[in-house]
């Protein structure tokens, strides 16, 4: 009988494909939007506290995914679609209803595909997103963990000229200083709580909705939570 060739021992992950892990996950979740730089090796050395090697070997794990892209000599977010810039009038709650408007156009629709085109563990990634849900989250928490799970749903659409376009307007949204100013106010605590409480059950039944995979149900809940979060932020706040 032939002599059959060694296999490699089975080793953990890697360095470098931890770190490519992180970063993805920063651009899945939205935290490093599309077009925005990323640091360079020197400074990703420094902050995972490894050997700039380990850093150039994720950049280019990366780079081969088509996740980030090269201009010139630095690193960022691939990017197909031009900068969304949007126009601020004087009236913040008027910006903050227009942002909804468009995500809303924009979210419904992407949330009914990827009901419907997620495999099984996109579904069950995302209900544990859902579940770390809860009320005494402080806004900072919430806001992180609200971005992370929209931003999970919109990934598992299937295309993805729709999930740049939706994560440039998420960020227009998540970054606006009106939206900042509206929930953070110290008039606002008890309203903003009631936010995030609403808001945590609303996910939960998203993820209810998407895990079943019943894309009627998912665009029914998904109009509903954006409705219900419109009304208190242009409504309820001060």
Known sequence: MPEQPPFEPITRDTVSSQ??????????TGEMAPGSPIPSERELSARFQVARTSVREALQG?????????????????????SVVVERGNNRKT????LFE?????????????????????????????????????????????REFHTSIAQCCGNPL???LYAKVLDELFRSGEFDELLGAEKNRTEVKQIIATASAAHLAIAEAFQ???????????????????HAMVEDLK
């Open 19 to 28: 770190i490519r892990d992180q970063l993805l996950k920063r651009v899945t």
């Open 62 to 82: 990366l780079l081969s995914m088509g996740v980030i892209e090269r201009r010139g000599n630095r690193s960022y977010v691939a990017e197909h679609l031009p």
């Open 95 to 98: 910006f903050v209803a227009e």
């Open 102 to 146: 468009t995500r809303r156009v924009l979210e419904v629709p992407i949330f009914e595909m990827a009901a419907d085109r997620a495999d099984q563990d996109d579904r069950d990634r995302i209900t544990q997103i859902a579940r770390s849900f809860h009320d005494s989250l402080d806004i900072p928490e919430f806001r992180k963990l609200d």
């Open 162 to 164: 729709l999930i740049e």
């Open 212 to 230: 079943s995979g019943d894309a009627s149900a998912m665009r029914s809940v998904t109009k509903s939570h954006l409705d219900e979060v419109e």
